[in-house]
Protein backbone atom coordinates (compact mmCIF):
# COMPACT_ATOMS: atom_id res chain seq x y z
CA UNK A 1 0.00 0.00 0.00
CA UNK A 2 0.89 3.75 -0.63
CA UNK A 3 1.25 6.34 1.56
CA UNK A 4 -1.39 7.86 -0.39
CA UNK A 5 -3.93 4.57 0.66
CA UNK A 6 -2.67 4.57 3.86
CA UNK A 7 -3.99 8.52 4.19
CA UNK A 8 -7.35 7.45 2.22
CA UNK A 9 -8.27 4.52 4.14
CA UNK A 10 -7.75 6.05 7.52
CA UNK A 11 -9.87 9.06 6.73
CA UNK A 12 -12.61 6.02 5.63
CA UNK A 13 -12.38 4.35 9.30
CA UNK A 14 -12.22 8.22 11.13
CA UNK A 15 -15.50 9.24 9.27
CA UNK A 16 -17.11 5.74 9.51
CA UNK A 17 -16.49 6.18 13.23
CA UNK A 18 -17.83 9.51 13.51
CA UNK A 19 -20.90 8.81 11.62
CA UNK A 20 -21.40 5.61 13.70
CA UNK A 21 -20.85 8.19 16.99
CA UNK A 22 -23.13 10.68 15.91
CA UNK A 23 -25.91 8.34 14.48
CA UNK A 24 -26.00 6.15 17.43
CA UNK A 25 -25.80 9.34 19.98
CA UNK A 26 -28.26 11.38 18.62
CA UNK A 27 -32.14 10.96 19.68
CA UNK A 28 -34.13 12.45 16.85
CA UNK A 29 -35.06 10.15 14.33
CA UNK A 30 -34.85 13.19 11.28
CA UNK A 31 -31.26 13.76 13.21
CA UNK A 32 -30.06 10.23 12.81
CA UNK A 33 -31.58 9.49 9.35
CA UNK A 34 -29.76 12.51 7.70
CA UNK A 35 -26.58 11.92 9.59
CA UNK A 36 -26.58 8.27 8.41
CA UNK A 37 -27.54 9.90 4.91
CA UNK A 38 -24.59 12.50 4.92
CA UNK A 39 -22.08 9.34 6.29
CA UNK A 40 -23.37 7.20 3.19
CA UNK A 41 -22.48 10.38 0.57
CA UNK A 42 -18.93 10.89 2.28
CA UNK A 43 -18.53 7.54 2.04
CA UNK A 44 -19.29 7.53 -1.54
CA UNK A 45 -17.12 10.20 -2.60
CA UNK A 46 -14.84 8.58 -0.91
CA UNK A 47 -14.42 4.99 -2.13
CA UNK A 48 -14.93 7.31 -5.73
CA UNK A 49 -11.77 9.29 -5.10
CA UNK A 50 -9.91 6.15 -4.19
CA UNK A 51 -10.75 4.34 -7.08
CA UNK A 52 -9.94 6.75 -9.32
CA UNK A 53 -6.35 7.42 -8.07
CA UNK A 54 -6.08 3.69 -8.54
CA UNK A 55 -7.02 3.87 -12.04
CA UNK A 56 -4.97 6.70 -13.21
Do not use: H, P, Q, W
Not at 12 to 38: P, Q, R
Amino acid sequence: MTNLETVIFVLLAFIIGLGYGIFCKSDSDEIKLGTFLVFCLILMICSTVAITLRLV
